[in-house]
């Protein structure tokens, strides 16, 4: 993975916050994903207010959004799922925010 960009999804009517992920950790995230395993969609629903998730875009590798213990990776039409029942690939991604880029008291897991 590399240049990649997170979101988090927190808003509803302001913008989500987002960030560069660097490459050693979009490499973590990777081999991550690699490990994780397959799971029928469609994934889990994501509340409409509230944490709804983080993503992760990668110019290669696609789009991966990590929510309650799933990641979707899209790559132009196709659309995998995995079971991250610990959620860790969501975590990780998460760690790698800047911080005060998500606000305090927000609660995201």
């Known amino acids: 993975m ?4 997170a979101r988090a999804f927190l808003f509803s009517g302001r913008p989500d916050p987002t960030w560069h992920v660097e490459a050693d950790y979009a490499g973590q995230l990777a081999a991550l994903w ?24 990668c110019a290669v590798e696609g789009e991966f959004v990590a929510f309650a213990g799933v990641v979707t990776r899209a790559t132009g039409s196709a659309v995998e799922c995995r079971k991250d029942v610990d959620r860790r690939f969501e975590r990780l991604l998460l760690s790698t925010a800047p911080e005060h880029r998500i606000p305090a008291g927000v609660a995201v897991i």
């Open 2 to 5: 590399m240049q990649c960009h």
């Open 34 to 57: 690699e490990r994780l395993e397959p799971c029928p969609p469609p994934a889990p629903a994501a509340p409409r207010l509230g944490y709804r998730g983080v993503s992760v875009t």
